[in-house]
């Protein structure tokens, strides 16, 4: 098996059906998250037949963050790398939320806490609010299936804990 590599900047295309694609950018790696890989959805489809430039698509609007591993999901064939940008946007503002115990029953948790990408420390929010629920994306490391789920569907195949 050829080995795979992958730098930050690099940008990635996912087939959503016949018709049409979606990109996202690997941006970071998170030392809070297992030292993850960090990547930002972009918000546009493109028709299949169109290949818009890098610059284009790392200035296109981005829909969520997420970790994962990459090439798992170049190994599936889930996605492709078409390009590379230095361009990575801000990092300073990225936040991800997690929490370390949920009632089953209700997917409920009192227990929330935030990190900024880039820190090595969380903070304890306790009950998740509105303002955290906003500024910030669920942390865990998600298999490649369910970021394409997600970019496909706009939301995780399965109910978050909230």
Same mark, same amino acid.
């Given at each position: ?22 990109? $996202? ?5 998170d030392l809070y998250q297992l030292n993850s890989s960090t990547i930002r959805v972009f ?9 818009p430039c890098i610059d284009e698509i790392v200035a296109d609007e981005v829909e969520f ?6 090439? $798992? ?8 790398? +078409? ?12 936040? $991800? ?11 409920k948790s009192y227990n929330w806490y935030v990190w900024k990408l880039g820190d090595e ?19 865990? +490391? ?5 970021? +394409? ?14």
């Amino acid at each position: 098996m050829k080995r795979i590599i992958t730098k930050i900047g690099d940008v990635f295309c996912v087939k959503l059906d016949e018709e049409r694609k979606r990109y $996202f950018q690997y941006i970071a790696n998170d030392l809070y998250q297992l030292n993850s890989s960090t990547i930002r959805v972009f918000k546009t489809d493109y028709p299949m037949n169109i290949d818009p430039c890098i610059d284009e698509i790392v200035a296109d609007e981005v829909e969520f963050y997420s970790h994962t591993i990459l090439s $798992f999901g170049i190994q599936a064939g889930l996605w492709q790398k +078409v390009g590379k940008s230095n361009n990575v946007g801000c990092l300073d503002s990225i936040m $991800f939320r997690s929490t370390i115990d949920i009632d089953p029953s209700t997917l409920k948790s009192y227990n929330w806490y935030v990190w900024k990408l880039g820190d090595e420390d969380s903070c304890s929010i306790g009950e998740l609010n509105e303002e955290y629920a906003q500024l910030s994306d669920f942390g865990s +490391v998600f298999p490649p299936e369910e970021i +394409v789920e997600r970019i496909k569907h706009g939301r995780w195949p399965y109910a978050m804990p909230h």
